[in-house]
């Protein structure tokens, strides 16, 4: 399955969640949820961060970087289990940090 088609298969399997969303980036796609960073795709992979609920949710997934010099991330193992994935997700939003926001540079409004 191509990063195209396994991004639709993600969002089709959070429908049941609001405020959900996808955007591409280099060359794969990284996902919110209620404009918090929760995974995305990498390598043709769909990774989640390694936060407690995700750990709790799928207690087999070894945590690898997405890439070279990141953060360990979770495998997604239940991504066939929509109930199961929605639920993971809404758990985890607690435990991950903010949306920073941008500041503007001097001399720009």
Known sequence: MGNRELTQYVLEQLSALEQVRSIPMMGGTIFYYRERIFGGIYGGDFLVKNVPAARKAMPYSIP??????????????????????????????????????KKLKKGKE
């Open 64 to 101: 690898r970087p997405p890439y070279q010099g990141a953060k360990e991330m979770l495998p997604v193992t239940i991504l066939e289990d929509a109930e199961a994935l929605c639920a993971m997700v809404q758990e985890m939003f607690s435990q991950l940090p903010e949306r920073k926001v």
